[in-house]
Each structure stands twice: as structure tokens, then as C-alpha cells.
């Protein structure tokens, strides 16, 4: 029998015994027991990785600035069978970034994951026109603040034995956009923060990793894929020609989340739909 054949053999014993043989079951990557932070969560990617997370198991805390969208958020969730607490939260503040974590612990009783997907843009434009005062917003909630609540959480993880990480970066991180200059530093810099924390905190069992989204349809990004002018020039940069869905960032997170990715960190995943990006 030559090795083709005795390969095909294999392959329909395989399947006559498993006829699920080659998909993952939700089980593999379920999430059960585990608490998830997500900041900005109740719209767009933060909404749908809380979403993600909570479908495989987990009891995702979610928040935002304003009580009225965090109060439509979870009765969303909830009609979805998720667990879900919810808050208010400005990132860029030291006593909200505490009183979310305090939160959760008296919620909760315990912090798992934290995806941190908070961040602002007050600036459109030229970047040698951009202030200080831009560049201290966008530094301190896109950057510093994703850093100071990882600082907060990790002490928790490590009493659960580890936990994950993840930031929220975008395409504009490799290749800055026009008129975005301040902001696309700010994410170039989440992935230098990866790869700076991923070994610092690999000895307590703690993954840290990075989601680079292309062009996502969601409510910030709308001024974008609502012209079909500046669409039709994007799609020409696309292997895939459409723009992306929230949904198509919340999983890859949940995916890196999940023991299915417990060999996985310090990477930044990019999830753009085939854009070329690389420093």
C-alpha cells in the first residue's frame, strides 16, 4: 500500500469514527469560570469581544463613560445569555481605572483577562499642527492608561494562577494614516508595550498579546467607510474586498484568550483583511 492510499485509509476511519474530525469543539476554547475586563466596551469591537468572550463562558465586566450606554449594553448582552456586569469608566482617570477594578473583585471575585480597547482621536489633521494637549490625550488614554490598568490587574491574575492580556491596536499602528498622525503613534506604541510586558509577565502565567483591526465597521470609523471614494481606494490594498466586521475583531480576541492560544504571546495579530502591514 503505497503512503496516498494508506493516508486515505486513515482519513475515512478517522471520519467514520469521528464525523466531527477536524472542527473545534466550543468546549476547546471555552471560557467558563473566567472573568474578562473589557474597556469601551458597549459599542463596536469592545461590544462584540464582550459578546465573544461571554458566548465561550465568561463573565465579562464591560464599561464607558456614559451610564446610558452601559445600561443598554448589558440589557443587550443579557438578551443574548451573557453574563454581564456593567459600569462607568473613564480610562484616562487614575480613581475610575481603580473603582473598575474594585468593582469587579466585589462582583466578580476575580480578574481573568483584560482586553483593553479604550481610546480617543480630538485630532484630524496635519500632524505638525498637533499640540501637546493632543498629544498628552491621546498618550495618556491610548497608552498610558492601557499599561496603568494592567498594572492594577495583574497582582489579581497572578492569585488565579495567570491570565491574558490583550490590547487593542489598529492597522494605523503599522501604517500611519493620513491626517490620524498622533493616533496612529499611539497605536504603533501598544505594540512596543506587547512586546515589552509578554516577558515580564510570562514567569507568573500571564499572556499578553495585541489585535491589530484593519478597517472595522463601526460607529468611530464611519467617517471612512460611509465614502465610497475613500473605500473604493482602501479595497484596492485588500485581499478581501469588504470592510470588516466588529464581530471579526471580538473573536480572534476570544480566540487568544482561550487555552487553544496558550502558546501565543507577545504577538500583535492583524485582522485587516489582508492590508499589508509590517514596520
Not at 473603582?99 to 476575580?110: E, R
Not at 488614554?141 to 494592567?150: D, H, Q
Not at 512596543?192 to 502565567?205: D, K, V
Request: net charge positive.
Amino acid at each position: 500500500m503505497n503512503v496516498t492510499v494508506m493516508l486515505r485509509s486513515v482519513f475515512r476511519r478517522l471520519l467514520k469514527t469521528n464525523p466531527v474530525a477536524g472542527q473545534r469543539s466550543m468546549s476547546q476554547s471555552s471560557l467558563a469560570g473566567k472573568v474578562a475586563i473589557v474597556t469601551a466596551s458597549t459599542d463596536g469591537i469592545g461590544l462584540a469581544t464582550a459578546e465573544a468572550l461571554g458566548k465561550r463562558g465568561a463573565h465579562v465586566v464591560i464599561s464607558s463613560r456614559r451610564q446610558a450606554n452601559v445600561d443598554k449594553a448589558v440589557a443587550l448582552l443579557q438578551s443574548r445569555s451573557v453574563q454581564v456586569t456593567g459600569t462607568t469608566c473613564n480610562v484616562g482617570i487614575g480613581e475610575d481605572r481603580e473603582k473598575l477594578v474594585k468593582m469587579t473583585l466585589d462582583k466578580c471575585g476575580a480578574i481573568d483577562i483584560l482586553v483593553s480597547n479604550a481610546a480617543v482621536n480630538p485630532f484630524f489633521g496635519n500632524i505638525m499642527d498637533s499640540t501637546e494637549d493632543v498629544w498628552d490625550k491621546i498618550l495618556s488614554v491610548n497608552v498610558k492608561s492601557a499599561f496603568l490598568l494592567t498594572k492594577l490587574v495583574v497582582p489579581h491574575m497572578e492569585k488565579r494562577g495567570g491570565g491574558n492580556v490583550v490590547f487593542v491596536s489598529s492597522v494605523a499602528g503599522y501604517q500611519p494614516m493620513h491626517a490620524l498622525g498622533p493616533y496612529s503613534v499611539s497605536k504603533t506604541a501598544l505594540l512596543g508595550l506587547t512586546r515589552a510586558l509578554a516577558p515580564e509577565l510570562a514567569h507568573s502565567n500571564i499572556r499578553v498579546n495585541c489585535v491589530a483591526p484593519g478597517i472595522i465597521k463601526t460607529r468611530l470609523s464611519a467617517a471612512l467607510w460611509q465614502n465610497e471614494a475613500i473605500m473604493d481606494e482602501f479595497k484596492k490594498q485588500l485581499s478581501i474586498k469588504r470592510i470588516g466586521e466588529p464581530k471579526e475583531i471580538g473573536g480572534v480576541i476570544a480566540f487568544l484568550c482561550s487555552e487553544e492560544a496558550s502558546y501565543i504571546t507577545g504577538e500583535t495579530i492583524t485582522v485587516t483583511g489582508g492590508m499589508s502591514s509590517r514596520l
